[in-house]
T-cell receptor
Framework: DTAVSQTPKYLVTQMGNDKSIKCEQN?????MYWYKQDSKKFLKIMFS???????INETVPNRFSPKSPDKAHLNLHINSLELGDSAVYFC??????????????FGEGSWLTVV | KNEVEQSPQNLTAQEGEFITINCSYS?????LHWLQQHPGGGIVSLFM???GKKKHGRLIATINIQEKHSSLHITASHPRDSAVYIC??????FGKGTRLHILP
């Protein structure tokens, strides 16, 4: 059983479209994250939810909207996709919110290409 | 000034060599993470450590919280160790990664 699973793994879409990436964790964790990894492999945090509440919201365009229907799921919806949104998006989870403590578990990544 | 400095950025070595990757950070933390990402692959947490040293197989991680410095060592390196290694003082900021390539 995959601990943190995200779908789709690959997504190619046109500029202007709206798309969603889904994430689910079966670890019973309280905290989930979305990260963006650019072409240089630099990781940046986008959002974090703890028990369905938004606790981190970095400087991300409003076109990105996270949704957490329950603490096992954190989906990422992106409106009006732009070329610069092309990246790998990683979902992750950890046991409880602690800025530096607790092991973090990553999903396999979703490769988004906007054409 | 970057909050996390990793060095080297790129490293190519021969199989069997001892590898060291360094990480210095400026934020106050209670634990630091080392992550591994193989080409085209996902990210795996190798270590979370708050003091001293931890060892998993051929990988050893050390940290000095007072000096805000951590190192990742690989003994008897192997081509399958070729990956990007990322230092993360917390879950919000990350080093820019060290691209390691081990030649057979």
């Amino acid at each position: 059983d995959t601990a943190v699973s995200q779908t789709p793994k690959y997504l190619v879409t046109q500029m202007g479209n709206d798309k969603s990436i889904k994430c689910e964790q079966n670890l019973g964790h309280d905290t989930m994250y979305w990260y963006k990894q650019d072409s240089k492999k630099f990781l940046k945090i986008m959002f974090s939810y703890n028990n369905k509440e938004l606790i981190i919201n970095e400087t991300v365009p409003n076109r990105f909207s996270p949704k957490s229907p329950d603490k096992a799921h954190l989906n990422l919806h992106i409106n009006s996709l732009e070329l610069g949104d092309s990246a790998v998006y990683f979902c992750a989870s950890s046991g409880r919110w602690a800025r530096s403590g607790n092991t973090i578990y990553f999903g396999e990544g979703s490769w988004l290409t906007v054409v | 000034k970057n909050e996390v400095e990793q060095s080297p950025q790129n490293l190519t070595a021969q199989e069997g060599e001892f590898i060291t990757i360094n990480c210095s950070y400026s934020v106050g933390i209670s634990a630091l993470h080392w992550l591994q990402q193989h080409p085209g692959g996902g990210i795996v947490s190798l270590f979370m450590l708050s003091s001293g040293k931890k060892k998993h197989g051929r990988l050893i991680a050390t940290i000095n919280i007072q000096e805000k410095h951590s190192s990742l060592h690989i003994t008897a390196s192997h081509p399958r160790d070729s990956a990007v290694y990322i230092c993360a003082p917390d879950k919000i900021i990350f080093g820019k990664g060290t691209r390691l390539h081990i030649l057979p």
